[in-house]
């Protein structure tokens, strides 16, 4: 049976510095997925990376190949072994599934019952289905991680007025500034992190929003949905003396803000309190500017203790998401199982014995004239026929040969004799 393998770090092991040496953008992932179905020792492959964590999900065509992939993270990113190795995780086969489960679900996020992760998850699988990396167990694996996730969703209250790092970092502003309602706030980045943080500030009435994205016409977009102002993104230095917050999430590789450019704005600000919070990986803010005299700045490790307090008020529904979790594992080991050849081979046989055994019965019954010998002899035809309907089928599954994949044969065998075990989905 194939191994089930993942290999990360995450917010729980890897401080952010780390995460960000970690982080995959879209072009790297590419090219690792690339990478990795060249190599003839892994099978199937997927690389998810996010804010909060990095994990490559893969199934071995022989053994573990554990130090293979930490060896290739090590080239790939460009970070010697011994600065990561500690903060990787390594689960194996069920504990592998039970991670992914818990991740689509947000049990494993920093904030759990956040929405966002889901369509993440989704996305990363929709990349390595469009390159040719994932096959049929990681697919149906992934199926069945968004089929837990929407259930847990559904059926628990983890999602319940959720919260995301938006609303976390937003808390905090509040938290800072006892009253919002006097304060203007710059956003630097237009995506859906950013739109999250915008529908919490408006909740706190916060007295004018600036927007400013690389891509212009996305911050007017923005701005024009919640009644704020756009501003060239060249111009972000020339307004801090004016903004009170500053929320950044872009996609930038390099600060986008430094400790030189605030010191300037805080001189004319007469060093009036300035609050950033960096929630983008890797990081858009230099955490220098802490140094400054009334200059703040907060990234996503700084987002913990909101995090935890709302952990904490979730506590019971994330025992009843992760009971559901560890039903999930249990049918998706089942699936797993019976893609063995002789668990296989046997259900066809069961099959087509009842099926002969159904259909004789119903013949019979308008037969009771026939002598005992010809009705025996009718049963041993019918499962001549049985047998001899099934046995190519079987001798094929029996001989796929070393290069072939037999879980791929083994799941169309069991949906061609609709053999599979219902999953109450």
Not at 37 to 52: G, H, M, P, Y
Not at 65 to 75: A, N, P, V, W
Not at 77 to 103: G, M, N, P
Not at 356 to 377: C, G, Q, R, W, Y
Request: hydrophobic letters at 40%; a neutral charge; aromatic letters at 6%.
């Amino acid at each position: 049976m194939p191994k089930i393998m993942l290999i990360g770090a995450n917010h729980k092991t890897a401080p952010v510095a780390l995460r960000e040496k970690l982080s995959f953008s879209s072009e790297e992932t590419l090219a690792a997925l690339e990478f990795l179905k060249q190599d003839a020792d892994i099978r199937e492959s997927l690389v998810f990376s996010t804010c909060n964590r990095t994990e490559i999900l893969y199934i071995p065509e022989t053994g573990e190949q554990i130090d293979k992939i930490i060896g290739f993270i090590s080239h790939h990113k460009q970070v010697d072994t011994a600065e990561f190795k500690s903060a990787l995780y390594v689960y194996q086969d069920d504990e592998a599934i039970r991670h992914l489960f818990k991740v689509a679900s947000s049990l494993d996020s920093m904030v759990v019952g956040e929405p966002q992760i889901l369509g993440q998850i989704k996305q990363a699988y929709r990349v390595a289905v469009a390159n040719k990396a994932s096959s049929v167990l990681l697919n149906r694996l992934m199926h069945k991680s968004f089929s837990v996730a929407k259930k847990i969703r559904r059926e628990t209250g983890i999602g319940d007025n959720a919260v995301s790092i938006s609303y976390a970092a937003t808390e905090l502003a509040n938290k800072i500034f006892s009253d919002l309602s006097q304060k203007t706030v710059l956003l630097l980045g237009a995506g859906e992190m950013a739109e999250l943080a915008v529908e919490h500030l408006i909740s706190h009435r916060v007295k004018q929003i600036q927007v400013a994205n690389r891509t212009f016409k996305n911050a007017v977009a923005l701005a024009d949905k919640f009644k704020g102002q756009a501003i060239k993104f060249e111009e972000r230095e020339s307004v801090l003396p004016s903004v009170d917050i500053i929320i950044s999430s872009t996609g930038a590789t390099d600060y986008v803000l430094t400790c030189e450019q605030v010191k300037r704005a805080m001189k004319k600000r007469h060093h009036q309190t300035l609050f950033f919070i960096d929630i983008a990986v890797p990081r858009d803010i230099d955490p220098d500017i802490n140094s400054i005299s009334n200059a703040y700045v907060y990234d996503i490790d700084d987002l913990k203790s909101i995090v935890e307090s709302n952990i904490e008020q979730r506590g019971k529904e994330t025992v009843k998401a992760e009971r559901y979790v560890d039903e999930a594992v249990v049918k998706f080991r089942t699936w797993l199982e019976s893609l063995a050849i002789v668990p296989t081979i046997k259900a066809m046989n069961d099959k087509m014995s009842s099926i002969v055994d159904m259909e004789f019965k119903k013949t019979l019954s308008n037969l009771k004239h026939l002598a005992p010998e010809d009705i025996e002899a009718i049963k041993r035809m019918t499962q001549a026929i049985a047998t001899r309907t099934i046995h190519d089928p079987i001798l094929f599954l029996r001989h796929t040969g070393d290069h072939r994949d037999d879980s791929l044969y083994l799941n169309v065998t069991r949906q061609l004799f609709n053999l599979d075990i219902p999953e109450g989905e």
